[in-house]
């Protein structure tokens, strides 16, 4: 409903100052979850007219090159979860989705509400980071982004993901973040970009492809761990889930990834670098994750692809375009689409 989302927008733009959530968080997730409902019809594409022809042609004519400079950008105010930042860049990936067309899968059209506790800031080894504060406050509201390319198939579904909160101005100054990580959410969106076009020309994918872009994974995965206990699809459904992170520095033929010991998808995402000229080693992340851990806790099959060089500048100001090397992006892209298309095809 228009009104709703007026509403939303408004939700997320006042964060905290308007919305005392911190006794009842969960019961407005769930409210918005039973106003709405499962999807009572099968997913189909809409016609290429809906959103007008020429609205049309320039959102599949962006690069994610494009998608990072717009994410990255000072208006963005560095995307931390729960401010007004961050309420920009969701609207910039909803309106992307909506575009080109995808369905909403999230339990309000494209997103999917949830809060999290107030954070403080640290410096540990000359990085920033966030941890809970140790007394109470309001809870913070933010979204996970949710759009699908339905498949032929129904009931199964292959996840392409990337987190878009960074640290905002973090102690006076501002973080980018425009390879952590709007460098995986421009390659998700390239990605998309190239799979929804196939389908307007009659190769439709198999499996349901959702574009997944999480909220608070600064914060600790919150927003997809909040995703996998209030699914929007069913979790055992879901077959697979690629996740980009940090994903545009550095030499464009090395990457590394992340993943639980068992993990079948391994294997897959290295046949898909190969075949681009590329290599990746499969490593321990000493303490580090993304959000494909929220997925791994669950038992569902799912892998990090990063930079081999992700730490560089990471969770500080010099993480900015300069960091971004256009050949490692584009690279990326090409490696996406021949992974998803092994996997959902």
Known sequence: MPTRRTFLKMLFGFGALMLPWTAFPGRIAGAVENWLGDPKTALQMPPLEENGAEQKIQAF??????????????????????????????????????????????????????????????????????????????????????????????????????????????????????????????????????????????RSPAKTIIAAFWSAEEMGYIGSDFFVHHPTVPLKAIEAVVNLDTVGNGDQNDYIMWASGKNPLTEKVREAVQKNGAGIQLVSGNGHHSDEISFNNMGVPAVTMLSRNWLDKNHTPEDNMSMINPGKVDKTVRIGCELIKALAY
């Not at 575009?99 to 800031?121: K, R, V």
């Not at 941890?131 to 032929?152: D, H, M, Q």
């Not at 292959?158 to 390659?187: M, P, R, V, W």
Request: net charge neutral; hydrophobic share 35%.
């Open 61 to 202: 004519g962006r690069k994610a090159i494009d998608d990072i400079k717009n994410l990255s950008g000072s208006k963005m105010e560095g995307r931390r979860a729960g401010t007004s930042g961050e309420t920009k860049a969701l609207i910039y990936l909803e309106n992307e989705l909506r575009q080109i067309g995808l369905h909403p899968m999230g339990n309000d059209q494209y997103l999917q509400l949830f809060s999290f506790p107030p954070m403080e800031e640290r410096l540990i080894n000359g990085r920033a980071l966030f941890r809970p504060k140790e007394a109470g406050g309001l809870y913070l509201p933010s979204a996970n982004v949710l759009g699908g390319l339905p498949g032929r198939e129904q009931g199964q579904y292959i996840l392409l993901s990337a987190h878009y909160d960074h640290l905002g101005y973090f102690q006076g100054k501002l973080c980018a973040g425009a390879n952590d990580n709007a460098s995986g959410c421009g390659c998700v969106l390239e990605i998309m970009r190239y799979f929804t076009k196939e389908a307007y020309n009659g």
